[in-house]
């Protein structure tokens, strides 16, 4: 009885080291190491069999593209919004400064796990470390993809995930003390946050053209953002789930169509809100107005206008919005961002119940003497 052929072969060098290779489409495919012993060398050629036979097969002497060569590919591959290409070149910073000289094939699960224990004690934000490492992994997960690597070196239980922060509670009090302690010129500019839900670009990107007044209707076709290098610049909004029409408030539309007549130029493609000097209000030049609210307002410092999107979901999720309906209100491409309104209204009714315990305890206690 005859025995198949062995797969590849294996020869002892002088240094007492095994080679092993075996051929494929014509050419010998050596390993791109050296074994310490033939079991080990006999191991990956089985591993390169099984490679073959089920089609994961990759050549070893794939990957030797240096990392920081490979991310300018990836980088310049990908049709990104300016705003989204400067925060994924601002975190892609994280992982050249380890790793940018480097093959592929010698990014090692352990030097990964080591990069990503430095990052973590470096005092940058836990969940500013969990995007840094979604980039990497999605990052060599298209290395895998197109044949570099046998397997993705970036895989670190529970580092993708983060942390939810919990931020600050407004109600209608809190709102209306911004909007009546910040500039004149920005009061619509509050209320149409806190009750549209649009995101800050997406408010700053709106023009003439974009409101209806008459139908209190908001279209969200743009959103402005700050671009280095370019300055203010109008692009597409965050996602396809981000085109949307938004209804707002009867007594908002009033506040907002006072605020066109008075400072938005006549053209459609006006800007509706813009600097002091009629310049496209980027946030930066924003910042300085909403700080001097809070405290005007007797409010926490901490408090961003983006408070005011979640204060518009949670409200909306009060008042009985599903969760399909939240999200397209939202602009959210999935579930998860919008359940998280839910959850804050299901904890704002608790609270609302406690303090309703609260106030009728006195007359409980009365009742039972």
């Known amino acids: 009885m005859g025995s198949s052929r062995p797969f590849g072969n294996i020869r002892k060098l002088p240094s007492g080291r095994y080679q092993a290779r075996y051929w494929h489409l014509g050419k010998q495919v050596p390993a791109d190491t050296t074994f310490a012993t033939k079991a ?106 197109d044949g570099l690597l046998r397997t993705n070196p970036v895989h670190i239980k529970g580092a993708a995930v983060e942390r939810a922060i919990e931020r600050p509670m407004l109600d209608w009090d809190d709102i209306a003390g911004i909007a009546d302690a910040i500039h004149l010129r920005f009061r619509a500019l509050v209320w149409v946050g806190a009750t549209s839900g649009l995101r800050y670009g997406e408010l700053t990107g709106l023009t003439r053209r974009h409101v209806d007044i008459e139908d209190r209707e908001l279209r969200v076709e743009q959103a402005l953002s700050f671009v280095k290098g370019e300055g203010p610049t109008l692009g597409p909004p965050k996602s396809a789930a981000a085109h949307r029409t938004v209804v707002i408030p009867t007594g908002v539309a009033e506040i907002l169509a006072a605020h066109i007549d008075q400072y938005v130029a006549d053209e459609r493609d006006a800007l509706v809100f813009t600097s002091v000097k009629d310049s496209p209000l980027v946030n930066r030049y924003f910042a300085p107005y909403w700080k001097k609210a809070l405290k005007a307002a007797g409010l926490d410092d901490s408090i961003r206008f983006h408070d005011l999107r979640h204060h518009a979901g949670t409200s909306a999720a009060t008042a009985g919005a599903s969760l399909r309906e939240i999200m397209a209100r939202m602009g959210h491409a999935s579930s998860d961002a919008s359940l998280r309104y839910l959850k804050a209204s299901s904890r704002r009714d608790s609270e609302i119940a406690d303090a309703i315990e609260q106030r009728m305890s006195g007359d409980l206690d009365r009742s039972e003497r």
């Open 40 to 145: 080990d060398a006999r191991a990956w050629l089985a591993t390169m069999e099984t490679d073959l036979l089920s089609g994961r097969h990759v050549d070893p002497s794939s990957g030797r593209e240096r990392f920081g060569v490979f991310a300018e590919r990836w980088l310049e591959a990908r049709d990104l919004r300016p705003r989204t290409r400067d925060t994924y070149a601002s975190q892609l910073a994280h992982i050249l400064a380890e790793f940018e000289a480097v093959e592929l094939r010698k990014i090692t699960p352990s030097a990964v796990r080591a990069w990503h224990g430095r990052l973590s004690n470096s005092g940058l934000h836990a969940n500013s470390v969990a995007k840094v490492y979604r980039l990497f992994r999605t990052m060599l997960d298209t290395a895998v993809d």
